[in-house]
């Protein structure tokens, strides 16, 4: 099966512009969580989205935000990019269920976002 | 809300030797899961933790989850090059939701 992907790899963008970044789970998975990293805070839970609701929602502020599509693919927007947006941005899918409970997660590569 | 601290931030190991980190959880979990993160790369899974006072090895790696379910312990025997990376546990709620420890950064001398 191939692994998770994700588009684009490397972005630069300027303050106050805003970004889409793309995610395709593996194969059957049906749920999709976002994280960030960064050196000084580590892995920040952003969202999970499963069957296109997002299930699950970290302490982010309003500027991020994310959507799931029928085909299980997944988005991540921030608006009014700020330069501490600078970060790894990780997708990772997992064989998640209906009920409510933390399965593995299988990381993508991860997009690195620059904000300059 | 939920805290995951992991301790140590930093481990040196010389080839060859012991090391264990912790993973502490200020809540009781329902599941515990490790991963191991190479410089440079994505989080990989390791394992997950269910029960109560599991242990669970793989190789020369062995994990445990403590008997209250807010703890957990990775240790790793006759440290190799090869485990190199920074390694993260991740304590899962009652809803399904992750919080991720920082992380042990552990740096392997020959």
């Known amino acids: 099966k191939a692994g998770v992907t994700q588009t684009p790899r490397y972005l630069i963008k300027t303050r106050g512009q805003q970004v889409t970044l793309s995610c395709s789970p593996i194969?059957?998975?049906?749920?999709v969580s976002w994280y960030q990293q960064t050196p000084g805070q580590g892995l920040q839970f952003l969202f999970e989205?499963?069957?296109?609701?997002?299930?699950n929602k970290g302490n982010f502020p309003g500027r991020f935000s994310g959507r799931q599509f029928s085909n299980s693919r997944s988005e991540m927007n921030v608006s009014t990019l700020e330069l501490g947006d600078s970060a790894l941005y990780l997708c990772a899918s997992s064989p998640g269920l209906a009920d409510r409970r933390s399965y593995e997660q299988y990381f993508g590569p991860g997009t690195r976002l620059t904000v300059t | 809300g939920q805290q995951v601290m992991q301790i140590p931030q930093y481990q040196h190991v010389q080839e060859g030797e012991d090391f264990t980190t912790y993973c502490n959880s200020s809540?009781?979990?329902?599941?515990i899961q490790w991963y191991k993160q190479r410089p440079g790369g994505h989080p990989v899974f390791l394992i997950q933790l269910v029960k109560s006072g599991e242990v669970k090895k793989q190789k020369r790696l062995t994990f445990q989850f403590g008997e209250a379910k807010k703890n957990s312990s990775l240790h790793i025997t006759a440290t190799q090059t090869t485990d190199v990376g920074t390694y993260f546990c991740?304590?899962?709620?009652?809803?399904?939701?992750?919080?991720f420890g920082a992380g042990t950064q552990v740096v392997v001398t020959p």
């Open positions: 194969s059957g998975h049906r749920s």
């Open positions: 989205y499963f069957s296109e609701t997002q299930r």
């Open positions: 991740a304590g899962g709620d009652s809803w399904g939701k992750l919080q």
């Open positions: 809540t009781t979990l329902s599941n």
